[in-house]
Nanobody, 123 residues
């Protein structure tokens, strides 16, 4: 069982930066691929970024590539999402999730989810 708790969301202006954190409980955090997803009002949850457990490879949605950076610290059971040059269209609830297997950009590949943290970007 893995429990995930996100933090770091807030209200910012366009062009600002935020860093989201997701702390995981459990001793096997390092064996999970960790992803960030987001869901805007009236829209489906969408993939943002992922970092694999085995090689630490990272992948990003095209909409955030070059602006967002995902990283993890296995000693702290924490995954981060550094978000720079934020845009109003980045406004959403951001969720971290943990996966053992599956296609990284699909929500159904993830076994555990956090409760989400709100990010609001004003223009």
């Amino acid at each position: 069982q893995v429990q995930l708790v996100e933090s770091g969301g807030g209200l910012v202006q366009a062009g600002d930066s935020l860093r989201l954190s997701c702390v995981a409980s459990g001793r096997t955090f390092s064996r999970y691929t960790m992803g960030w997803f987001r869901q805007a009002p009236g829209k489906e949850r969408e993939f943002v970024a992922v970092i694999t457990w085995s090689s630490g490879r990272t992948y990003y949605a095209d909409s955030v590539k070059g602006r967002f950076t995902i990283s993890r610290d296995n000693t702290k059971n924490t995954v981060y999402l550094q978000m720079n040059s934020l845009k109003p269209e980045d406004t959403a609830v951001y969720y971290c999730a943990a996966s053992r297997f599956g296609t990284y950009y699909l929500t159904e590949s993830y076994d555990y989810w956090g409760q989400g943290t709100q990010v609001t970007v004003s223009s």
